[in-house]
């Protein structure tokens, strides 16, 4: 049994000629194969083709009004039927008539009076062609999207990971969970704006910025490696434990560190999460901390997370005190140029303080988030 043929018995081949007695010698051809439509006109076979796209195409060229030069382009210029194979059928035997042809897109070209045998070949051959093209076509197509799922799924599985790992270091702070969002977009923002500067436009790729959006939730991480009667304390730290306070930031990369080492390969947006977690304390003139690093040793994604860390401790309430207008922190801001921060980053935020307070009213504290948190540091100042 020829199951090649079994195959091709469902396919379906489109005849176009104007004559109806090469029509007739076509379909009696090829009617025992395969399915057969037939049209009278150019036209009559663009509209059959593109509301129902056959296999092939066997297709006159000299015909009144709309010449197969004309449909072959059009099928082609369709996605529908751009895939369809079309061999020109057709009286015309110079050289450059069948040149003419290939070049619009044709599979073949058969000169009339056409050999049975050659003809029925040639379809097969172009048929059983299409069939492994679009077998290819349907596996690329198939493969394309496992992977966009596979993908999909990665990429939500890790910013769930972020999240819970950034809500733990948010159940032993002062701050809420807003603190987190306001802070990605207030990065996000920046980044953007500074994405065309001179001194940044290598680095601040839309790749780069919406792993720094990604990684940005881990920027306090380290917290929860800092005892509760220091990191609750509502005044100034004693310089014993500011020290301790300060050693957050170590704490905060070893983790991701260790992340790092579990997963045994390198994951862009926890390198990048190290960097936030150790560095983003670090001020620009060389007197922060935890290496004291200056300038632009300091990583591009710490400097950018200080801005927006600090500008939102002075604006944010917390559960020992007020929020600071944004006049104020503006104005803090604006003198840390230079000093605490990269001067191009203030002022970038400068220009965006607008932005900076609708992202601020967006994620604001509700005086439920407050009220939740002041419950949540009282139960751990009872356990300290």
Same mark, same amino acid.
């Given at each position: 049994? @020829?199951?090649?043929?079994?195959?091709?018995?469902?396919?379906?081949?489109?005849?176009?000629?104007?004559?109806?007695?090469?029509?007739?010698?076509?379909?009696?051809?090829?009617?025992?194969?395969?399915?057969?439509?037939?049209?009278?006109?150019?036209?009559?076979?663009?509209?059959?083709?593109?509301?129902?796209?056959?296999?092939?195409?066997?297709?006159?060229?000299?015909? $009144?009004?709309? @010449?197969?030069?004309?449909?072959?382009?059009?099928?082609?210029?369709?996605?529908?039927?751009?895939?369809?194979?079309?061999?020109?059928?057709?009286?015309?035997?110079?050289?450059?008539?069948?040149?003419?042809?290939?070049?619009?897109?044709?599979? @073949?070209?058969?000169?009339?009076?056409?050999?049975? $045998?050659?003809?029925?070949?040639?379809?097969?051959?172009?048929?059983?062609?299409?069939?492994?093209?679009?077998?290819?076509?349907?596996?690329?197509?198939?493969?394309?999207?496992?992977?966009?799922?596979?993908?999909?799924?990665?990429?939500?599985?890790?910013?769930?990971?972020?999240?819970?790992?950034?809500?733990?270091?948010?159940?032993?702070?002062?701050?809420?969970?807003?603190?987190?969002?306001?802070?990605?977009?207030?990065?996000?923002?920046?980044?953007?704006?500074?994405?065309?500067?001179?001194?940044?436009?290598?680095?601040?790729?839309?790749?780069?910025?919406?792993?720094?959006?990604?990684?940005?939730?881990?920027? @306090?991480?380290?917290?929860?490696?800092?005892?509760?009667?220091?990191?609750?304390?509502?005044?100034?730290?004693?310089?014993?434990?500011?020290?301790?306070?300060?050693?957050?930031?170590?704490?905060?990369?070893?983790?991701?560190?260790?992340?790092?080492?579990?997963?045994?390969?390198?994951?862009?947006?926890?390198?990048?999460?190290?960097?936030?977690?150790?560095?983003?304390?670090?001020?620009?003139?060389?007197?922060?901390?935890?290496?004291?690093?200056?300038?632009?040793?300091?990583?591009?994604?710490?400097?950018?997370?200080?801005?927006?860390?600090?500008?939102?401790?002075?604006?944010?309430?917390?559960?020992?005190?007020?929020?600071?207008?944004?006049?104020?922190?503006?104005?803090?801001?604006?003198?840390?140029?230079?000093?605490?921060?990269? $001067?191009?980053?203030?002022?970038?935020?400068?220009?965006?303080?607008?932005?900076?307070?609708?992202?601020?009213?967006?994620?604001?504290?509700?005086?439920?988030?407050?009220?939740?948190?002041?419950?949540?540091?009282?139960?751990?100042?009872?356990?300290?």
């Amino acid at each position: 049994m @020829d199951t090649g043929l079994d195959f091709l018995r469902r396919k379906t081949v489109l005849l176009v000629d104007d004559t109806a007695d090469n029509l007739a010698l076509m379909s009696g051809l090829l009617k025992d194969l395969y399915r057969v439509k037939v049209a009278n006109s150019g036209e009559k076979a663009v509209r059959i083709a593109t509301e129902s796209p056959p296999d092939l195409v066997l297709l006159d060229i000299m015909m $009144p009004g709309m @010449d197969g030069y004309e449909v072959c382009r059009i099928l082609k210029a369709e996605p529908r039927t751009r895939d369809v194979p079309i061999i020109f059928l057709t009286a015309k035997a110079e050289v450059e008539d069948e040149k003419m042809g290939l070049e619009l897109g044709a599979v @073949d070209y058969l000169t009339k009076p056409i050999s049975p $045998p050659i003809a029925l070949a040639r379809v097969r051959n172009h048929l059983l062609l299409k069939a492994s093209a679009d077998f290819l076509r349907d596996q690329n197509e198939f493969l394309e999207k496992e992977v966009a799922r596979r993908t999909e799924e990665i990429v939500a599985i890790q910013d769930v990971t972020i999240l819970a790992m950034a809500s733990l270091a948010e159940t032993r702070d002062s701050e809420t969970g807003n603190h987190i969002r306001r802070t990605q977009f207030y990065v996000k923002a920046l980044a953007e704006k500074l994405q065309r500067h001179p001194r940044f436009a290598a680095t601040l790729t839309d790749g780069y910025i919406r792993m720094l959006f990604k990684s940005a939730p881990l920027h @306090d991480i380290g917290k929860v490696g800092i005892p509760d009667s220091i990191l609750l304390k509502p005044g100034r730290f004693e310089p014993a434990e500011f020290e301790i306070m300060k050693t957050h930031t170590t704490l905060g990369r070893d983790a991701i560190e260790h992340a790092e080492r579990a997963l045994g390969t390198p994951v862009a947006f926890l390198s990048m999460a190290k960097e936030i977690a150790y560095s983003h304390q670090e001020k620009w003139d060389g007197s922060g901390y935890p290496q004291g690093l200056s300038g632009e040793a300091i990583p591009l994604s710490a400097r950018l997370m200080a801005v927006a860390d600090v500008y939102d401790a002075l604006i944010s309430r917390r559960v020992y005190k007020d929020g600071m207008p944004h006049a104020q922190a503006f104005r803090i801001i604006v003198e840390g140029r230079g000093i605490h921060f990269d $001067p191009d980053m203030v002022d970038a935020f400068v220009e965006l303080q607008e932005e900076f307070q609708a992202i601020a009213a967006r994620f604001h504290d509700t005086d439920a988030d407050m009220a939740r948190k002041g419950e949540q540091i009282e139960r751990m100042a009872g356990r300290a």
